[in-house]
């Protein structure tokens, strides 16, 4: 396991942060490229030793503190027999949520075997995976999951999803399942800690995020105490209850619309991620370096003791065209100007 990233789950204070990024192994990198020429994204899913190859790229390329599971957030809709393809376009779902297609829906205990295939993989990346550095996974949000489940995409303002609300409890009722069992597979093969990636949730209002996902999450936060993290795309501070902050969760990541340094005094328990803003990681020379150091000068005048719990992330995922030397640089500034 990574020091640094057990210290953050349990916000020892420490001088350096640990570092990973949302979309670490992806199409920036050319490790990632040179695999998906030879295979298919589904095969760099589906095989563990494959899976387990993309996830330690990054890793053995950036120096990353963690290793993330490499899959997909939407294989348990594919579990539950919504079908699944990849494209250029994206992904395709075989059919859409639907009053009669919550009938159609296969049983969560049947959807699971076919994600056993994550517990493999991250069996393979722990393997090969280098001492001293750790080892997460990862699902989707229950309501980032409903999204696409009734849009086949996540674009825009989800208005056909929130016009079918009425389906929610009644897919949660085989989705929440399926997610607890999955969390509870990666944990039994080797992850130190799951997160759940919430990219839709933002587009919800604060009254129907605490309404409506807010006790879906809290089912998995609890199931698992200090094992599960939560991230979401564009949640304001008044999506958070003090109930939920309170939950037991083993951190939660926050995107670059948010002032990092107050979060630690928002959530009083486990890691605060983020947040470098993405789109910034495209920056050119000096002026990459400048943002970087006025993102970091409010975080580094901080005692160690109060940004106990940082992990050092972006406001999301890393973007598709990021040159690989301004990630490199990002690690190195970050371990220097901050021991």
């Not at 695999?35 to 760099?44: A, E, G, V």
Request: proline content about 6%.
């Amino acid at each position: 396991m990574n020091e640094r990233f057990q210290n953050a789950l349990a916000r020892r204070p420490q001088a350096v942060p640990p570092v990973w990024l949302m979309r670490q192994a992806g199409r920036y990198h050319s490790h990632y490229a040179g695999l998906r020429r030879q295979h298919s994204f589904m095969d760099l899913c589906l095989r563990p030793e494959l899976a387990a190859e993309v996830a330690l790229g990054p890793v053995a390329d950036f120096d990353f503190d963690v290793a993330i599971l490499f899959s997909d957030l939407l294989f348990p809709l594919a579990g539950l027999g919504m079908g699944l393809s990849y494209g250029e376009d994206g992904p395709k779902l075989g059919f859409h949520l639907s009053p009669r297609a919550l009938g159609q829906l296969k049983p969560w205990q049947e959807a699971l075997e076919s994600l056993r295939f994550q517990g493999q993989a991250l069996r393979a990346t722990r393997e090969r995976l280098p001492q001293g550095k750790s080892l997460i996974g990862f699902v989707g949000g229950p309501f980032t999951l409903f999204a696409y489940a009734a849009e086949g995409e996540h674009r825009g303002g989800l208005a056909s999803a929130k016009q079918q609300l009425g389906l929610w409890e009644g897919f949660m009722a085989s989705l929440l399942p399926l997610l607890e069992a999955n969390i509870r597979l990666q944990l039994e093969a080797g992850a130190e800690a799951v997160m759940v990636f919430d990219t839709a949730a933002g587009e919800l209002s604060a009254s129907l995020f605490r309404r409506l996902a807010a006790p879906a999450l809290l089912r998995l936060a609890r199931a698992f105490p200090g094992r599960v993290g939560y991230y979401s795309k564009g949640a304001l501070p008044s999506f958070f209850s003090p109930e939920f902050l309170a939950a037991p969760w083993a951190g939660m990541g926050f995107d670059h619309r948010w002032d990092l340094a107050a979060c630690f005094s928002l959530q009083g328990r486990g890691f605060v991620q983020g947040n470098f803003d993405q789109a910034l990681l495209l920056a050119e020379g000096a002026d990459f370096e400048r943002e970087v150091e006025a993102w970091l000068a409010p975080l580094a005048s901080l005692s160690h003791q109060e940004r106990a719990g940082w992990v050092c992330g972006l406001g999301h995922g890393v973007l598709p065209k990021t040159p690989e030397r301004n990630v490199r640089a990002l690690v190195e500034i970050v371990r220097r100007r901050c021991s």
